[in-house]
Nanobody
Framework: QVQLVESGGGLVQAGGSLRLSCAASGDIFSISAVAWYRQVPGKQRDLVAAITSRGSTNYSDSVKGRFTISRANANHTVSLQMNSLKPEDTGVYYC???????????????WGQGTQVTVSS
């Protein structure tokens, strides 16, 4: 099995910063694609940022220049540095990892439990 644990959410004023982390453990051979999504009540989960195994990144237009996604392959940790936060960044943030399991050498998609980010104006 693979477990993902998210941390780092909270309440911050507009203009502030937060750093989200997602730590993966368990039956992990390697991690390919990694992404962060945001979900607000009544809406679908939207992609915020993604990073490939080679380090190529992709950001939604709304967060470009403010958010930075990174990964530490050695300890299976993914982070999202969020700067210059705006009220519209508010939501539950989920990490999503494509994991190749050691036991099967097959790829599976896993989600973190979600962490609430609230930006006050």
């Amino acid at each position: 099995q693979v477990q993902l644990v998210e941390s780092g959410g909270g309440l911050v004023q507009a203009g502030g910063s937060l750093r989200l982390s997602c730590a993966a453990s368990g039956d992990i051979f390697s991690i390919s694609a990694v992404a962060w999504y945001r979900q607000v009540p009544g809406k679908q989960r939207d992609l915020v940022a993604a990073i490939t195994s080679r380090g190529s990144t992709n950001y939604s237009d709304s967060v470009k220049g403010r958010f930075t996604i990174s990964r530490a392959n050695a300890n299976h940790t993914v982070s999202l540095q969020m700067n210059s936060l705006k009220p519209e960044d508010t939501g539950v943030y989920y990490c999503n990892l494509e994991v190749i399991r050691t036991s099967t050498r097959k790829s599976y998609s896993y989600w973190g439990q979600g962490t609430q980010v609230t930006v006050s104006s």
